[in-house]
């Protein structure tokens, strides 16, 4: 393998800002070494803490649970686009202009689509309620687009890819087989292609898991 590893994972802690109504997590110590020789914890959390992917049986009631998703849809050349400059929800105009603009050269083979916005640490979202301020959500134009291209995946470093409490382009993706990962951290990742590789936990029969996610720069293989 050649090329930097980049790990883009917002990890799970306490401190991992949750969708709102969403579960908070629990992390206890259930024994320890200096008592039981081991240390073992229990972890409490709600399937769509951290980074996450979500599966279509988290909006449909006899969608795909997330251990049965195609580990191949979530592997690929994937193009990391820089719209951190914006304040708005991203509309297709915009989401389309700049990706042209930025990829236009290099599209062949790209299937997965990650949207960077003006985010520039997910720390910076522990007190922010992204339900409400829709931080640089996707418009649904924009979520017909992203279906219109073929793309096997879409992943945004905001908590949700709609804007407010809308599910429209959660609906779209999933009946279009196109997973949604959320809540990555791209804030120091240039744009640019990479290498991209996701694996959710094999959380039988949910509706979401939190996943490791990394990109590759350069040669692979």
């Known amino acids: 393998m050649h090329g930097r590893i980049l790990d883009i994972t917002v990890g799970v802690s306490m401190d991992t800002p949750v969708f709102p109504g969403d579960p908070e997590t629990l992390i206890e110590a259930v024994s320890s070494i200096r008592s039981e020789g081991y240390?073992?914890?229990?972890v409490t959390f709600g399937t769509h803490t951290g980074t996450h992917v979500d599966a279509p049986a988290h909006i449909f009631e006899k969608g795909l649970s997330v251990d049965r998703l195609p580990l191949s849809s979530m592997m690929g050349k994937?193009?990391?686009?820089?719209?951190?400059d914006g304040t708005a929800g991203i509309s297709q105009r915009e989401l389309r202009a700049a990706f042209m603009n930025s990829c236009a050269g290099n599209a062949t083979g790209v299937d997965i689509l990650l949207v960077k916005t003006r985010r520039v640490s997910n720390s910076m979202?522990?007190?922010t309620n992204d339900h409400d301020t829709g931080v640089r959500g996707l418009m649904p134009d924009a979520g017909v687009w992203v279906v219109e291209q073929g793309f096997k995946l879409i992943g945004t470093d905001t908590l949700s890819v709609d804007v407010g409490a809308s599910?429209?382009?959660h609906r779209l993706f999933l009946e279009n087989n196109v997973v949604i990962l959320?809540?990555?951290n791209v804030s120091e990742v240039a744009e640019g292609l990479y290498h991209f590789v996701c694996l959710p936990l094999k959380l039988e029969g949910c509706d979401?898991?939190?996943?490791r996610v990394v990109l590759i720069e350069g040669?692979?293989?």
């Open 39 to 42: 240390a073992v914890s229990r």
């Open 78 to 84: 994937a193009f990391v686009l820089d719209l951190s």
């Open 125 to 127: 979202c522990q007190n």
């Open 167 to 169: 599910l429209d382009n």
């Open 182 to 184: 959320e809540n990555i």
């Open 208 to 211: 979401a898991a939190p996943a």
């Open 219 to 221: 040669e692979f293989f």
